[in-house]
């Protein structure tokens, strides 16, 4: 890789790298190190932090450690410790004004989402995040992304109540990420990078030791579009498709689930894919948009909110641009942005028996003709996964 030099400017470029593929992060974080002079690399150690009750930082150039560090855990929590101890670290960097680039490598299970918010939120415009990226070995993709163990079973978890599972969490941590840094890996083959063209099909995949890391590290990012390009409202969800054995059915409707027929239909709708995402809606609850995220055989539904078109008028200024933007796109003259949207990824995907399965859930004719009142009254499902 040719050695780059970040423009210079009174912020501290700061990059974010994140995955649970810890030997390709290491590699892109290395690569980065090697063609950036006066880069350096900040990681925060969470695996002994349940023993020791710190967190341990280090700090390396290309040549190898420059300094360590423990930070006490906060509330118990390691991931509370590493924001606490992070952006102080961080401006340190800027006020001393030596380095050029400072990349983040997160520890396995952090999510990138949270760091690079408390950066962009704290940083006292001393800091501006230029890239977050999510390192990916293709090989290691369906067999961490079909992983339903808790993090606490594999020893990765970042707090004593920490519940989310392996395969969620990758799931997470590469979606979020508009850039791949990908490994070459030898036992990879064309069905895994198809699933990676289709799980996050409008990230750039660069190759870890490519130049263009370097100018992808540098390429700036917004925080607040990232965001919303995660929110169940108006994520930017995988489009159809199907190469190399592997398929994305996206399901659309605009008449609701019955919530009886969709709660036994879970689990083999669950199991139907690698990966499913999506927002959909339940004739008992038509007013609250319902976000689905399936991933290791594993579901999570949960309330994103209300739907716009069950909003008074007034309240739509309060709305961001991007979520009247999108509910625009699927606006009903009846039922306004009230739809299934249901986007399902994986190898060996039965697209038919799905979609036959996700419309035998629907409402019937003479249910839905009986009109929401009715759909009101109908034994509720869901109310224990939802908390109502």
């Not at 780059?4 to 810890?22: D, E, K, Q, R």
């Not at 309060?318 to 942005?337: I, K, Q, S, T, Y």
């Given at each position: 890789?040719t050695?780059?030099t970040?423009p210079a400017g ?6 974010i ?5 810890s ?5 892109a ?10 880069c350096?690399?900040?990681?925060h150690?969470?695996s002994?932090a349940?023993?020791?009750?710190t ?13 360590t560090?423990?930070?006490?855990l ?5 991931c509370?410790?590493?924001r606490?101890?992070l952006?102080?670290?961080?401006l340190?960097?800027?006020e ?17 989402k949270?760091?690079?918010e408390?950066v962009a939120?704290?940083?006292g415009?001393?800091l501006?995040i ?6 990916v070995?293709p090989?290691l993709?369906l067999?961490y ?40 890996s ?18 750039r ?5 490519s ?10 990012f ?10 169940p409202?108006?994520a ?17 409707s ?11 239909a ?10 499913s995402?999506?927002?959909f ?9 319902l976000?689905w995220?399936?991933a290791g ?23 961001p641009p991007?979520?009247?933007a ?9 039922h306004?942005?009230r ?14 028996g ?6 035998s ?8 003709a ?7 009254r ?8 939802l908390?109502?």
């Amino acid at each position: 890789m040719t050695p780059a030099t970040p423009p210079a400017g009174p912020a501290l470029p700061v990059v974010i790298v994140a995955g649970l593929h810890s030997d390709a992060r290491r590699a892109a974080v290395d690569a980065l190190l090697s063609a950036v002079p006066g880069c350096l690399a900040l990681h925060h150690d969470l695996s002994t932090a349940a023993e020791r009750g710190t967190v341990l930082r280090t700090v390396r150039d290309a040549r190898g450690v420059r300094g360590t560090g423990e930070t006490p855990l906060v509330n118990d929590c390691a991931c509370c410790a590493l924001r606490e101890d992070l952006v102080p670290e961080l401006l340190r960097l800027a006020e001393e004004g030596a380095t050029r680039l400072a990349v983040v490598e997160l520890w396995d299970s952090v999510e990138p989402k949270a760091m690079a918010e408390v950066v962009a939120a704290h940083g006292g415009g001393r800091l501006a995040i230029t890239s977050v990226m999510c390192a990916v070995d293709p090989a290691l993709l369906l067999p961490y992304l079909g992983n339903g163990d808790d993090l606490a079973e594999a020893g990765l978890a970042a707090a004593a109540t920490d519940q989310r599972t392996v395969a969620d969490t990758w799931a997470r941590q590469l979606e979020y990420a508009p850039v791949l840094a990908v490994v070459d890996s030898e036992e990879a083959d064309e069905t895994d990078r198809a699933l990676l063209a289709q799980l996050h099909p409008t990230a750039r995949q660069i190759p870890v030791g490519s130049a263009e890391l370097v100018a992808a590290a540098l390429a700036g990012f917004d925080v607040e579009a990232a965001a919303a390009a995660q929110h169940p409202a108006c994520a930017l969800l995988p489009q159809e498709a199907d190469a190399c054995g592997v398929s994305t059915l996206v399901w659309h409707s605009v008449r609701p689930f019955h919530p009886g027929r969709l709660y036994a239909a879970l689990e083999d709708l669950t199991c139907a894919a690698a990966r499913s995402r999506g927002r959909f809606w339940l004739a008992d609850h038509p007013d609250t948009l319902l976000a689905w995220d399936a991933a290791g055989g594993a579901l999570c539904v949960e309330s994103a909110g209300p739907w716009l078109a069950s909003l008074p008028d007034a309240a739509w200024e309060l709305v961001p641009p991007v979520r009247r933007a999108a509910a625009a796109l699927d606006w009903h003259p009846e039922h306004g942005d009230r739809c299934q949207h249901l986007v399902f990824t994986s190898p060996g995907l039965d697209r038919d028996g799905l979609a036959h399965l996700l419309s035998s859930c629907l409402l019937t004719d003479a249910e839905y003709a009986a009109g929401r009142e009715s759909w009101k009254r109908l034994p509720p499902a869901f109310d224990s996964l939802l908390e109502v």
